[in-house]
């Protein structure tokens, strides 16, 4: 009995690779509008945030509109603000913070 050696027929490989090669992926979108979002929801709900700036400045107030460079913040018995996106460190909700102080209180009174 003699075996006979199977090849694969190169050229069909090739016309799948080329295939394959002429479909470029796209490009993901530069801009996702998730902060545009993010602003908005904010915005309409009132919902008092916490702007901690790079230089370690910490300020509290509700968000009255944004564009793409900087954010107003509303303050009650302060100025509003004008802030630089570029001047911020991070935002985030006022109760998140009372929230995970809380929840760190609880930690530390079960370990003790």
């Known amino acids: 009995m003699t075996r006979k050696l199977i090849r694969p027929n190169f050229s069909e490989i090739k016309e799948k690779m080329s295939k394959s090669t002429n479909k ?13 979002y993010y602003y908005l929801k ?3 709900k009132k919902t008092p945030m916490v ?31 004008l802030i630089y996106k570029s001047s911020i460190k991070y935002i985030y909700k006022q109760n998140e913070r009372k929230e995970s102080i809380e929840k760190n ?5 079960k370990e003790e």
């Open 51 to 81: 702007v901690v700036c790079k230089d370690g400045e910490v300020l509290e107030g509700t968000i009255e509109w944004y564009d793409r460079d900087c954010i107003k913040i509303t303050r009650e018995n302060a100025p509003n603000l």
């Open 105 to 109: 209180k609880d930690k530390e009174n």
């Open 24 to 36: 470029k992926k796209t490009h993901p979108p530069y801009e996702t509008h998730a902060e545009n």
């Open 42 to 44: 904010q915005m309409n």
